[in-house]
């Protein structure tokens, strides 16, 4: 699978920002989809996933209530709407698809395929 990501940009504090990724290569709903993001720094952490059907999702304490996964698997595309946005959510954030197509993977070893990352940059 080839994930490419876009979407990123400047966005001041409080602001919104949606983020697309587009598969190609392997049936995309084969897959859970999975976004993660990495700061400056710091190690690549989880941020939300989805199942394959759209059915299920599941968010990491700091972004939950204020971003949204989605996917359209007739697109081929996952989405990650995110509002209200902190100058601590700046990252470049990748999409990724799982190893598997049940559950909802949190964990960067449970992924086989990633994005190149789009740069999300909050200012306050």
């Known amino acids: 699978v080839q994930l490419q990501a876009s979407g990123g940009g400047l966005v001041q504090a409080g602001g919104s920002l949606r983020l697309s990724c587009a598969a190609s290569?392997?049936?995309?709903?084969?897959?859970?989809m999975g976004w993660f993001r990495q700061a400056p720094g710091k190690e690549r952490e989880f941020a939300a996933a989805?199942?394959?059907?759209?059915?299920?999702?599941y968010y990491a304490d700091s972004v939950r209530g204020r971003f949204t996964i989605s996917r359209d698997n007739d697109k081929n595309t996952v989405y990650l709407q995110m509002n209200s946005l902190k100058p601590e959510d700046t990252a470049v954030y990748y999409c990724?698809?799982?190893?598997?197509?049940?559950?909802?993977?949190?964990?960067?070893?449970?992924?086989?395929?990633w994005g190149q990352g789009t740069l999300v940059t909050v200012s306050s």
């Open positions: 990724a698809a799982a190893r598997r197509s049940y559950g909802l993977p949190v964990r960067t070893y449970e992924y086989a395929y």
């Open positions: 290569g392997r049936t995309f709903s084969n897959y859970a």
């Open positions: 989805i199942s394959w059907d759209g059915g299920s999702t």
